[in-house]
């Protein structure tokens, strides 16, 4: 016998009094999440039915409910790799998505911190874009990116301090998630940085006018500061 499940998830089978190994069908996009009261009655996966199920023994007239069956189909985390030209943690004007950065997907093992505890389960590589795709089973993640020589994190608004110890050679700051089966998670971007080259030369200007001619010469032993600006464009404490 079979049966098809309806709306509620229900499904009815009329058998004669006997033995019976109770299993349901694969179904594209869906895994198995056995549930407590299944055994492996199926380890070979025979006629491409899953694994976990029901051995049971039925009398005349028996009913036996409550044989559940579980299912999950696996969530997406996404986000953007950016380069943020301002470091100011934000995308804004101007930054663009940036290739070739590596994001990872640790479960976690309890604590929210990435450290050895915790099992590289995915990982996935921006693209032009900058997009990265995780595909995940439910369950709760630690997310994080892998540094790259030249390149500093300035940490999106949205991260937190997931990775104090820099566990892995990934950066500092990502995402600690849970995800629902068939869960889309999305918007969660990192942000990068170069750094900038701030350079010119200092000269002795002989006629005193302020532009550099004939006979300037540059000048060894001065020293030359860089002040973060606090917003009012003036030097001051």
Partial sequence: ASDVTGGDGRYDL???PGSYI???GTRDGWFESPDDDTTNVNPGGLLGREN???LITLDSGETESNNDFANFQQATKTGTKY???DADGSR???DTGESGFTIYAYEDDGDGTLDA???LVASDVTGGDGRYDLTLDPGTYIIVEGTRDGW???PDDDTTNVNPSGFGGAENSGYLITLDSGEVDSGNDFANFQQATKTGPKYEDLDADGSRDGGDTGEAGFTIFAYADD???TLDA
Wanted: aromatic content about 12%; proline content about 0%; hydrophobic content about 25%.
């Fill in 83 to 85: 380069e943020d030209l």
């Fill in 117 to 119: 505890g915790d099992t």
């Fill in 22 to 24: 109770i299993v349901e």
């Fill in 92 to 94: 804004d004007g101007g």
């Fill in 14 to 16: 009329t058998l004669d």
């Fill in 231 to 233: 917003g009012d464009g």
């Fill in 52 to 54: 976990f199920g029901y």
């Fill in 152 to 154: 500093f994190e300035s």
